[in-house]
């Protein structure tokens, strides 16, 4: 039976793995050239991150378990941008993290976590959702209801 569980400040350690594990697989390459100092470094700042956001309520982070297990994670980050005439009050976030375990993949576990934090997002009155996708995870995504945003640029 699927369980999904919210994460806060007192889980950032099981917060941390799941994030590395992450960053391991989006960024396999770039890890074989990091030093194990650079990439403590970069758990240290994460870690930084969460302490921060979770004082300021503006992240949520839920993961799935399945049988005691843990399947899967996924994060929202809120924030604010200018307010303009598609976003009123500025208020967005960032679907981020969102990562199924290979074993628990293709039984609905990431359209669980996605909706949840969409809705959370929806009920703190945010606007607009963001994210970056895998070529794997834009089938899901557009599902959902997301649309690929063209002109957007990163330096």
Same mark, same amino acid.
């Given at each position: 039976? %699927?369980?999904?569980?919210?994460?806060?400040?007192?889980?950032?350690?099981?917060?941390?793995?799941?994030?590395?594990?992450? %960053? +391991? @697989?989006?960024? +396999?390459?770039? $890890?074989?050239? %990091?030093?194990?100092?650079?990439?403590?470094?970069?758990?240290?700042?994460?870690?930084?991150f969460y302490q921060e956001?979770?004082?300021?309520?503006? @992240?949520? !982070?839920?993961?799935?378990?399945?049988?005691? $297990?843990? !399947?899967?994670?996924?994060n929202i980050c809120l924030?604010?941008?200018?307010?303009?005439?598609?976003?009123?009050?500025?208020?967005?976030?960032?679907?981020?993290?969102?990562?199924?375990?290979?074993?628990?993949?293709?039984?609905?576990?990431?359209? =669980? %976590?996605?909706?949840?934090?969409?809705?959370?997002a929806k009920n703190r @009155?945010?606007? =607009?959702?963001?994210?970056?996708?895998?070529?794997?995870? $834009?089938?899901?995504? $557009? +599902?959902?209801?997301?649309?690929?945003?063209?002109?957007?640029?990163?330096?």
């Amino acid at each position: 039976m %699927l369980e999904i569980k919210f994460l806060n400040k007192e889980d950032i350690e099981l917060l941390l793995e799941l994030r590395m594990e992450v %960053l +391991s @697989h989006v960024f +396999s390459e770039k $890890k074989k050239t %990091l030093s194990s100092e650079e990439w403590e470094a970069i758990k240290q700042e994460n870690k930084s991150f969460y302490q921060e956001q979770f004082m300021a309520n503006k @992240h949520v !982070a839920l993961v799935a378990m399945e049988d005691g $297990k843990i !399947a899967a994670c996924a994060n929202i980050c809120l924030y604010n941008e200018m307010p303009s005439p598609d976003n009123l009050k500025g208020r967005c976030a960032y679907l981020m993290n969102v990562y199924v375990r290979e074993e628990f993949r293709r039984k609905g576990i990431a359209r =669980k %976590l996605c909706t949840k934090l969409i809705e959370i997002a929806k009920n703190r @009155h945010v606007e =607009k959702v963001y994210l970056e996708s895998s070529d794997m995870g $834009k089938p899901l995504y $557009k +599902s959902l209801g997301f649309k690929d945003m063209c002109g957007y640029m990163k330096l």
